[in-house]
T-cell receptor, first 112, second 113 residues
């Protein structure tokens, strides 16, 4: 089973600051997703990246898929308290697979 | 309709009880999943059904028994569980394309006494 390591594990920042979360693996993924999860709820999809080198922007969030499709990053600009939550990357293991493995998670807290 | 509905939201059971968790989706998705999530940990894959057939079992103990009666429904039958099985059980569905995109329910929080 492929492993997805996220860093940092925990992040506590002030409102307005920028941050980057990393998702790394030694294996290649056919696609990679980012989810945010709030306490007591299921994860909610933020974005899917498929092509190596791909960059996607979602308002203040910028997602990048590494050229070799082994890593990804999530950058948040001007963080807000509403961004607080558990951020999870998830990779599709192999091609045409239904097996999605989650990263170790990054718990973000944005202080007002 | 883009919802995955899980029932019950909360379940407390003794180690000798038999109970079931239920999941329903009406998005026409062909793959359905059970994940287990312990506190402050990421979801761990348990089972995957594709086209109503069990395609992945991540070496889950037999006290957890999945069932997929039709393409919209997924059950998880629970029997003789242990206290360490207490967790949030998440159901998800996907179209099954290689781009992924799992749609999750809100989960069923299980407590085993």
């Amino acid at each position: 089973t492929q492993l997805l390591e996220q860093s940092p594990q925990f992040l506590s920042i002030q409102e307005g600051e920028n941050l980057t979360v990393y998702c790394n693996s030694s294996s290649v993924f056919s696609s990679l997703q980012w989810y945010r999860q709030e306490p007591g709820e299921g994860p909610v999809l933020l974005v899917t990246v498929v092509t190596g080198g791909e960059v996607k922007k979602l308002k203040r969030l910028t997602f990048q898929f590494g050229d070799a499709r082994k890593d990804s990053s999530l950058h948040i600009t001007a963080a807000q308290p509403g961004d607080t939550g558990l951020y999870l990357c998830a990779g599709a293991e192999g091609w045409g697979t239904y097996k999605y493995i989650f990263g170790t998670g990054t718990r973000l807290k944005v202080l007002a | 309709d883009t919802e995955v509905t899980q029932t019950p939201k909360h379940l407390v059971m003794g180690m000798t009880n038999k109970k079931s968790l239920k999941c329903e989706q009406h998005m026409g998705h062909r793959a359905m999943y059970w994940y287990k999530q312990k506190a402050k940990k990421p979801p761990e894959l348990m089972f995957v059904y594709s086209y109503e057939k069990l395609s992945i079992n991540e070496s889950v103990p037999s006290r957890f028994s999945p069932e997929c009666p039709n393409s919209s429904l997924l059950n998880l039958h629970l029997h003789a569980l242990q206290p360490e099985d207490s967790a949030l059980y998440l159901c998800a569905s996907s179209q099954g394309s290689f781009t992924g995109e799992l749609f999750f329910g809100e989960g069923s929080r299980l407590t085993v006494l």
